[in-house]
């Protein structure tokens, strides 16, 4: 499995970004995907993450500002990210937790990470 993230960036205060994330390669079942960020220092937490059949999940310091979907294919996920403040710093990885074939234990999947940045 190869996951491919876009949309980071440098944005100000109270602004927006889209984060994009599209899994590929071998793909027997998607269990969750999901967004997770590490800002210098600090240990990598869940930002949110959607399941198999839709359900959402999203750390408490992002409720109401994100928003995270999933094309109709299942195997991209987005994070809507409005109103950032500068605690949202950090760089952001796209989390596949699934199997890759039939044989395969269930495990994650990590993408290669992308920079948000929010100053002014």
């Known amino acids: 499995v190869q996951l491919q993230a876009s949309g980071g960036g440098l944005v100000q205060p109270g602004g927006s970004l889209r984060l994009s994330c599209t899994a590929s390669?071998?793909?027997?079942?998607?269990?969750?995907m999901g967004w997770y960020r590490q800002a210098p220092g600090k240990q990598r937490e869940l930002v949110a993450s959607?399941?198999?059949?839709?359900?959402?999940n999203y750390t408490d310091s992002v409720k109401g500002r994100f928003t995270i979907s999933r094309g109709s294919a299942k195997t991209t996920v987005y994070l809507q990210m409005n109103s950032l403040e500068p605690e949202d710093t950090a760089a952001y990885y796209c989390?596949?937790?699934?199997?890759?074939?039939?044989?395969?234990?269930?495990?994650?999947?990590w993408g290669q990470g992308t920079q948000v940045t929010v100053s002014s």
């Open positions: 989390n596949f937790y699934g199997k890759s074939t039939l044989f395969t234990k269930i495990d994650d999947y």
């Open positions: 390669g071998r793909i027997y079942t998607i269990n969750a």
């Open positions: 959607i399941t198999r059949d839709g359900s959402t």
